[in-house]
């Protein structure tokens, strides 16, 4: 089955970096574009960013400049580095497969991980 396990998150204070990583399994990972979803108690998910087969990139306007997005087709791993953390940046984060449609970033394949939980303290 398809499954997408995320780590490397955390408590940081305003200003500071995590590093987070996707281990996928139960798809042909370099068939899709995959990305990284963000969601806060209360508030929608949104999609962050977004890394297609060729490697181009696209990310949410209020973390660009900020956050990399990459991947390793070798292990399977989608990676994000988060950079200059604002506490509006706190969210359970989760990857996902992707697609860019309108200038926003939404998912294609219906499976989620449990996500890991970035907060940013003031």
């Known amino acids: 089955e398809v499954q997408f396990v995320e780590s490397g998150g955390g408590l940081v204070q305003m200003g500071g970096s995590l590093r987070l990583s996707c281990v996928a399994s139960?798809?042909?990972?370099?068939?899709?574009?995959v990305g990284w979803f963000r969601q806060a108690p209360g508030k929608e998910r949104e999609g962050v960013s977004c890394?297609?087969?060729?490697?181009?990139?696209d990310y949410l306007d209020a973390v660009k400049g900020r956050f990399t997005v990459s991947s390793d087709n070798a292990k399977k791993t989608l990676y994000l580095q988060m950079n200059s953390l604002k506490p509006e940046d706190s969210a359970t984060y989760y990857c996902?497969?992707?697609?860019?449609?309108?200038?926003?970033?939404?998912?294609?394949?219906?499976?989620w991980g449990k996500g890991t939980l970035v907060t940013v303290s003031s």
């Open positions: 996902a497969s992707c697609t860019v449609e309108k200038g926003k970033i939404w998912f294609g394949l219906d499976y």
């Open positions: 890394i297609s087969r060729d490697g181009i990139t």
């Open positions: 139960g798809f042909t990972f370099d068939d899709y574009d």
